[in-house]
């Protein structure tokens, strides 16, 4: 679950942004006036956005980007004039700002760290050097025994797979008894 973190020299603006935030349905986690108490919810919290003004009166925004926890993004809030001078990698909204702005940008980070952690969950597991081998053992006897091809010995062992319930590399090992029994 992502979270959203405020952070400005001045506390009543931070819960300015907060109220427009909570408005448009976006929860936010934190509030806060230093770049020390932001990183401390920022590394609670796990991933998310740091909404930040340009100077804080412990650090600068750049100084802050780098200090994230990797799943948080910054977004900065600063001037045109600061905002000639960010560096690509940072996102940045220009003020004075228009409250939909701000909304459809974080909305836009939120979302795609969402469809990363997704993309990261489907992932396939890469597997160690054992479990390697017992599928291309397991593959390499289906080939000489029943005449296979490897593609085709990999996709018996993927079916026998999903239809037994079992992983791929227990499936090998089971195979591999059998071969070894007979």
């Known amino acids: ?28 986690a934190s509030v806060c006036n230093t770049a020390s108490s932001a990183l401390a919810s920022a590394s609670e919290l796990g991933s998310g956005v740091m909404i930040s003004g340009y ?62 952690r997704r993309k990261e969950k489907n992932k396939p597991k890469t597997r160690s050097w ?11 006897m289906l080939m000489q025994r029943n005449h296979l091809s490897e593609e085709d010995a990999y996709r018996y062992i993927q079916k026998s797979s999903m239809d037994s319930g079992t992983n791929m590399v227990e499936t090998a090992q089971m195979l591999l008894m059998l071969f070894y029994e007979e």
């Open 1 to 28: 679950m992502s979270s959203i973190v405020i952070v400005l020299p001045k506390i009543e603006d931070a819960k300015k942004i907060r109220s427009v935030l909570e408005r448009h349905g976006l929860s936010v």
């Open 55 to 116: 100077r804080l009166p412990d650090m600068n925004y750049y100084d802050l980007a780098e200090c994230l926890p990797k799943d948080f993004e910054l977004l900065l809030l600063a001037s045109a004039r600061v905002i000639c001078e960010v560096p690509s990698f940072i996102l940045s909204v220009e003020m004075p700002m228009k409250a939909g702005d701000l909304v459809n940008t974080v909305n836009m980070i939120l979302t795609q760290q969402e469809r990363r």
């Open 130 to 140: 054992k479990e390697q081998n017992y599928i291309s053992n397991a593959k390499m």
